[in-house]
C-alpha cells in the first residue's frame, strides 16, 4: 500500500524520498530506524512502476542520492536498484537484457550454461604461483 501511495504521491506532487519520509512519521513508532529497509524497498518498487506507467517523466525520487546510496546499500533491494540506476557489476550482462534459455538450462555438453561453465572452470588446471 505504501508502494502506491508513493507512486501516487510522485505523480501528482513529485515528492522526494525526504519528503515521503515526514508523510510517514506520524505512523511511524519513535524508536524505528530512519528510512527502515521496507521503505527503501518500497520507494525502488514505486520508481519501478513509475517507469512503467510513465516513462518520459523524471520524479524527484529517482534523482535523490540518499535513496540511491540506501537503496544500493540494502541487500534486499541492490539488485533492483542496480537494474533501475542502470549499473551492473564488471563482466555482467548490461540490466534489462534476459539471458536465453541455452544460458540457463544445461541442455547438452558445451552448452554456455552455468553447468557447463563451472565444469569449464573445475577443469583448467590450478593457478599456482
Known amino acids: 500500500m505504501e508502494t502506491t ?3 501516487a504521491l ?4 513529485n515528492v522526494r524520498f525526504n519528503d515521503w519520509q515526514k508523510f510517514l512519521a506520524p505512523a511511524r513508532l519513535p524508536a524505528a530506524i530512519p528510512a527502515a529497509p521496507a521503505e527503501i524497498v518500497e520507494a525502488v518498487d514505486a520508481l519501478g512502476i513509475l517507469r512503467e506507467i510513465a516513462p518520459g517523466e523524471k520524479p524527484a525520487l529517482g534523482e535523490d542520492a540518499e535513496l540511491k546510496l540506501r537503496a544500493l546499500r540494502n541487500p534486499v533491494s541492490r ?3 542496480m537494474a533501475l540506476f542502470g549499473m ?10 534476459v539471458p536465453s ?3 540457463l538450462l544445461h541442455r547438452k555438453p558445451g552448452d554456455n550454461c552455468p553447468t ?8 583448467a588446471p590450478p ?3
Open 79 to 81: 539488485s533492483k536498484a
Open 116 to 123: 557447463c561453465q563451472a565444469r569449464a572452470k573445475g577443469a
Open 10 to 13: 510522485c505523480l501528482v506532487e
Open 101 to 103: 534459455l541455452g544460458q
Open 127 to 129: 593457478n599456482d604461483l
Open 88 to 97: 551492473n557489476l564488471p563482466g555482467e550482462r548490461a540490466p534489462g537484457i
Open 5 to 7: 501511495q508513493l507512486a
